[in-house]
């Protein structure tokens, strides 16, 4: 049984539902294709991660985010 795992960031503006649902059948429809894999036999789960569990180069996503905010502005 496949088990994929989708992790996303939270943004400002949330995922929807919508948007969760055709991930789950893209990569299902993704598993089936290129694995041959039966679509019921396909578990996908969503984590949406918190931006302050989380870093890239040495920074909060926190802080990178409001840089990159204060120089668009």
């Given at each position: 049984m496949p088990l994929v795992n989708i992790r996303l960031a939270r943004r400002d503006q949330p995922t929807t539902a919508a948007q969760k649902a055709q991930l789950i059948a893209?990569?299902?429809r993704l598993m089936q294709e290129v694995l041959d894999k039966r679509p019921e036999s396909v578990t996908?789960?969503?984590d949406?991660?918190?931006p302050e569990?989380?870093?890239e180069?040495?920074?909060p996503v926190t802080v990178l985010r409001r840089r990159r905010k204060q120089i668009q502005a």
């Open positions: 893209g990569v299902t996908v789960i969503i949406e991660v918190d569990n989380w870093g180069g040495g920074e």
